[in-house]
């Protein structure tokens, strides 16, 4: 009896996948990119600010990607500040002294945010007090002829600070460089991506780390005023447990305060699949 010869089955029939499909690409560590969306972010929360906030936002409710500065993120004001005051004394000699005295309160200001940490209670405090001290130093040099701060006054007028556009070019160069740096470390070390079941951080040259969110409550904090200036809305965002132990904190979270309301949506996620009923028992979530 004859019997059909039996077909023996193809390579790509034997392993159960054709053989024309692409095999998948490697999984592969991007740094550019990264450090590209970090400057992109930088760029939109400094010029393009007012436009973003009337068009909106559009990005994946499932996934926030949020960038910790470096205190060396600040400088951006100063280099600023330096090439724009140099630009102007360059074409009108005449504003010499009044650049110098606003890159003076620049790096004031500078100084000030780096050294102390001024909340908007007491920063309202401090600004008060500075204001009954010049008040009362006007009162007692008008009324009683009494010179209290206004010798220091005609001191420093005295001094006319001029600026001079070649060195403050020079040090916004040199500034440039620590600025730059800044924001490797935050696409390398300060990036966080938020997704509704964990919080995915990594660190170049010591590997990721992730957390899972359950449990967890997430609370905003702008403890300094002036550094929530310079971050363009930033602060620090906390994780706490459900007894108010401070499990996870990150400083500095550029542009929180826009960012918080799609922030939120990300960390209620879980809460909402979680008060699914599973089997006839509801499970409680966690206030994300």
């Not at 500095?252 to 949506?265: K, P």
Request: charged share 20%; with cysteine.
């Amino acid at each position: 009896m004859n019997t059909a010869p039996t077909s023996t089955p193809a390579p790509a029939q034997r392993f159960g996948h054709d053989l024309d499909q692409p095999e998948p690409p490697r999984q592969r560590r991007q740094f550019v990119r990264p450090a590209l969306k970090a400057v992109w972010q930088f760029v939109k929360y400094m010029v393009l600010l007012p436009v973003t906030l009337v068009r909106g936002r559009r990005s994946k409710l499932e996934e926030v990607t949020v960038y910790s500065a470096h205190p060396s993120f600040f400088l951006w004001m100063l280099i600023v500040i330096g090439f724009v005051t140099a630009a102007v004394v360059r074409h009108n000699p005449n504003a010499a002294s009044f650049c110098g005295w606003l890159y003076v309160w620049a790096l004031l200001y500078f100084l000030v945010t780096l050294l102390y940490d001024f909340s908007t209670r007491k920063l309202a405090l401090w600004a008060l007090i500075f204001a009954l001290i010049w008040i009362t130093s006007n009162y007692f040099e008008e009324v009683r002829h009494l010179l209290i701060l206004g010798p220091i006054f005609s001191y420093l007028r005295s001094l006319d600070p001029k600026l001079d556009p070649g060195t403050v070019t020079v040090l916004s160069w040199l500034l440039l460089l620590p600025w730059i740096g800044a924001l490797l470390h935050m696409a390398l070390n300060g990036r966080k991506r938020f997704t509704p079941n964990e919080i995915g951080e990594f660190h170049f040259g010591e590997g990721s780390e992730l957390t899972d969110r359950t449990g967890l409550r997430f609370r905003t904090r702008y403890r300094d005023v002036l550094e929530t200036i310079l971050t363009f809305g930033g602060g620090d965002l906390i994780a706490v447990d459900n007894h108010q132990n401070e499990i996870k904190r990150w400083d500095n979270i550029i542009g929180l305060f826009f960012f918080w309301n799609e922030l939120d949506r990300v960390l209620h996620q879980r809460a909402a699949v979680m008060d699914i009923p599973d089997a006839g028992t509801a499970q409680e979530a966690p206030v994300a």
